[in-house]
């Protein structure tokens, strides 16, 4: 089993900054893609990001093109989503998922873990 726990939410202006950290514990995230998945009040949880196994693949949704990036330290069994231009669409639960699969996938039904989440909440 591996348990995930994120951490690094809070509440930004919009056009603030914060970074997300999911770190594992139980198992090495080191063979597992992960993603970060996102979900606002009244609507489905969807992608935000994701990463292979490596590191060297990621994934982006669009709305966060240019503004997020994923990255991992399979040393620190932690992955982390830095967050700039915030916008208040981006308000929204956080989740950091696993993977048990090389490759980074879209599809929240593929990941196996789950953290908890972490809220994010941008004012305007």
């Known amino acids: 089993q591996m348990q995930l726990v994120e951490s690094g939410g809070g509440m930004v202006q919009a056009g603030g900054s914060l970074r997300l950290s999911c770190t594992a514990s139980?198992?090495?995230?080191?063979?597992?893609?992960m993603g970060w998945f996102r979900q606002a009040p009244g609507k489905e949880r969807e992608i935000a990001a994701a990463?292979?196994?490596?590191?060297?693949?990621?994934y982006y949704t669009d709305s966060v093109k240019g503004r997020f990036t994923i990255s991992r330290d399979n040393a620190k069994n932690t992955v982390y989503l830095q967050m700039n231009s915030l916008k208040p669409e981006d308000t929204a639960l956080y989740y950091c998922?696993?993977?048990?699969?090389?490759?980074?996938?879209?599809?929240?039904?593929?990941?196996?873990?789950w953290g908890q989440g972490t809220q994010v909440t941008v004012s305007s």
């Open positions: 139980g198992r090495g995230i080191s063979m597992y893609a």
């Open positions: 990463i292979t196994s490596s590191g060297r693949s990621t």
């Open positions: 998922a696993a993977r048990a699969r090389t490759d980074w996938s879209t599809t929240k039904a593929l990941y196996d873990y």
